[in-house]
């Protein structure tokens, strides 16, 4: 395969899950994630300085498993969670990709990702803007995710923050 | 009527304010002032009006208004947050030698600066030439502070060491006259590393203030032994609500179950499947659980209570050595649940972690919180990852409870759009019980609550919502009440 061609499939694959979160179509953005996914939200320690050691720091978020991430899937589904009774409506919007340190079977990519938040309830709207590293590995012909850290940049967070608005 | 403008000469400030206000002791009556001019049109009857406190028919209730007006913000902001102790930080927040960190007191933004020797200062950041902002980072190490606009120089004492061009300003005698050193805090205390401030420099001492809410302060500090430590990661949010709904939300007991439903449906799964995942929550049945409450002299309380699963906590590891070292009371209570509030704007929490929480009112409809994680100083890394995990899990905005809460205060806050939302009802739990005889957990910390509960979760005990309540009244009605107008005066850096 070359590069080009490489490139292209990743890029498809972030716009993929970009369009599943926007389309809150949770098990197919969820079939993108290796079971044994690491999902990082680093905290802040300084103006420029994020946290660095998940074990040792506070994140915003740090799951270790595709099962956390069902976890969330389903508080949100139960319609029991009062910071998700009307979800938002949201635009996921990937730039500035690129691919480091790409091997046969897997490939570390770069981008932005701003996510535009609508909230209907509210009728308000704000943003996540995010510098992100994701780790994909090869399964047969598909790219999954095996690793996503998301750099949260403006993290005086308006009450929440949650997977679908990253 | 009183100068609202800085007296001249001398480097000290004149305001129009009130004297000091009521910090009640436990049964002492509040003495009556009067008002200050330049307030919202508003008098202490007014302030007295919007709390209908008649535990003798079992009736409390409290105005909406209290939660939405802004002119009511404004005196809140004035006479409580600018105008007596706050919670500034904690002492290893600046650990070395020219270390600081910048926060604020209500509206003004201050800086915390060790010294070369070591000694904490409390001081204002602005500038003494023009007021621009000194410090412009959350944190740092600077032996000097360069004002960018026209590069006065201060120490990390806040003296000033270096005025550019001082020499050829061709000053008069006035200006040479007065101290160009920082303003300070007029009161800057600690508590065991606990730093507070207040610009009003006529409060009691801050252990007086305080009063027998150290003990909960002790609670923290000794849990390992070499003290608390922040563990690195600040987490901020901001919400378009009232502040005092998240120090009434900490302290409420009955909204546990019902509005963190999904929190608990998921961490009881995660048990049902690998038992050594029990959560601090785990199932528990009704009986098993106890939950209390304390309201202290000032605004202070306290919601606390045992029968989680304490195995879940960080501390759990170590409980054999904890117990030699603290007893078996405080070990017990050092794993008991217990949500503390030093009013009006620090939380220290605890429940499957240990959260510290500062509130910064922004306007009543709007509220900024700051958060940190804090832990016995080098705790084992088997710990401190279970610490971070829950810490993250329950306390972060981006976790699994607090987003819950915060959407419902600001769910709160819309729904409170007029006069049709007038007096709540919630705030009436309890007060068949509530007791001013202490309850025998506070007994056994040496604890004299003016009023304290105990019973089950399901209780859901409000009268604990009556402390703060009633110490924000006491406090506005003094300040409204106030007719000598004495100065306040910030004793600048030389004049110390
Ligand atoms: S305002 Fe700071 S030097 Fe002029
Ligand atoms: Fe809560």
């Known amino acids: 395969m070359t590069a080009g061609d490489g490139h ?6 972030l716009h993929r899950e970009a369009l599943f979160l926007d389309e809150q179509r949770w098990d197919e953005w969820l079939a993108l994630y290796t079971e044994d996914v690491e999902y990082w939200v680093p905290a802040w320690k300084g103006e420029h300085e994020a946290t ?16 956390r991430l069902e976890e969330r899937i389903g508080r949100i589904r139960s319609g029991r969670s009062a910071a998700n009774l009307v979800l938002a409506r949201t635009a996921h919007a990937i730039s500035n990709v690129l691919i480091e340190n790409e091997t046969a079977g897997t490939v570390d990519v770069r981008c932005v990702c701003i996510t535009h938040i609508y909230d209907p309830k509210r009728r308000s709207e704000f943003r996540t803007v995010a510098r992100n590293a994701l780790g994909l590995v090869r399964v047969g012909e598909e790219w999954r995710i095996r690793s996503k850290k998301v750099l949260v940049l403006n993290d005086n967070l308006r009450t929440k923050l949650d997977f679908y608005m990253l | 009527m009183a100068n609202r403008h800085p007296s001249e000469g001398g480097g000290a400030l004149t305001f129009n304010k009130r004297p000091g206000f009521a910090y009640a002791r436990k049964g002492q009556v509040v003495p009556d002032r009067g008002r200050t001019s330049g307030d919202p049109d508003m008098d202490a009857s007014d302030i007295e009006a919007l709390v209908i406190d008649r535990p003798e028919d079992g009736v409390f209730k409290v105005h909406a208004d209290v939660y939405r007006s802004e002119e009511i913000f404004e005196l809140e902001q004035k006479y409580i947050f600018e105008g007596g102790w706050v919670f500034l930080g904690l002492d290893c927040q600046a650990p070395e030698p020219h270390d600081f960190f910048t926060t604020y007191i209500g509206r003004q933004s201050v800086i915390v600066s060790r010294d070369k020797d070591g000694v904490l200062h409390g001081l204002i950041n602005a500038c003494r030439h023009r007021g621009a902002l000194v410090c412009h980072t959350a944190a740092g190490n600077a032996p000097t502070h360069v004002c960018p606009y026209h590069a006065w120089t201060y ?11 001082h020499d050829r300003g061709a000053h008069g005698a006035g200006f040479d006259a007065e101290d160009h050193g920082l303003r300070r805090i007029p009161r800057f205390e600690s508590y065991r590393g606990f730093l507070f401030g207040s610009l009003d420099p006529d409060v009691p001492s801050l252990e007086a203030y305080l009063g027998e809410t150290t003990i909960f302060i002790d609670l923290v500090v000794d849990q390992g032994p070499d003290g608390l430590e922040l563990v690195p990661g600040t987490v901020h949010y901001t919400y378009r609500g009232n502040w005092k709904l998240q120090i009434e939300n900490s302290a409420d007991i009955y909204h546990f179950m019902p509005t963190h439903e999904t929190l608990l449906r998921i961490v009881n799964a995660r048990a049902a499947d690998d038992a050594a995942a029990a959560s601090a929550y785990r199932h528990r049945k009704e009986g098993s659980v106890t939950r ?16 989680d699963n304490i195995q879940a906590r960080p501390l759990y590891r170590e409980l054999d050595k904890l117990r030699e070292r603290v007893g078996a009371v405080r070990a017990k209570w050092m794993l008991y649940t217990r949500n503390v509030l030093f009013f009006p704007n620090m939380q220290l929490l605890e429940n499957a972690s240990l959260q510290i929480r500062v509130n910064r009112p922004v306007s009543a409809s709007r509220t900024d919180i700051v958060t940190h994680c804090i832990a016995p ?13 829950q810490y993250e899990e329950f306390f972060n905005p981006s976790g699994l409870a607090t987003p819950d809460d915060t959407a419902i205060f600001e769910d709160i806050q819309a729904a409170a759009g007029a006069d049709a939302v007038d007096w709540n009802q919630g705030y009436m739990r309890g007060m068949g019980t509530a007791s001013r005889e202490p309850i025998a957990e506070a007994r056994e ?6 009023t304290s509960v105990t019973g089950s979760p399901s209780l859901g005990d409000e009268t604990i919502l009556h402390g703060p309540i009633r110490a924000w009244r006491d406090r506005l009605k003094a300040a409204l009440s106030s007719e000598d107008r004495p100065s306040l005066r910030y004793g600048s850096a030389a004049a110390e």
Not at chain 1, 8 to 13: G, Q, Y
Not at chain 2, 156 to 163: K, W, Y
Not at chain 2, 379 to 388: F, P, Y
């Open chain 1, 8 to 13: 292209a499939e990743v890029v498809a694959l």
């Open chain 1, 52 to 67: 660095a050691d998940p074990r040792r720091e506070i994140s915003l978020i740090y799951l270790n498993s595709r099962a």
């Open chain 2, 155 to 165: 120490d990390s004492a806040g003296n000033n060491t270096a005025i550019t061009a």
């Open chain 2, 292 to 307: 209390g409450s304390m309201c202290f002299p000032n605004g202070h309380n306290a919601m606390f209570g045992g029968g």
């Open chain 2, 377 to 389: 100083r080098g705790e084992s890394d088997e710990a401190r990852e279970l610490r971070v995990r």
């Open chain 2, 445 to 450: 910390l040496g604890l004299n609550p003016v």
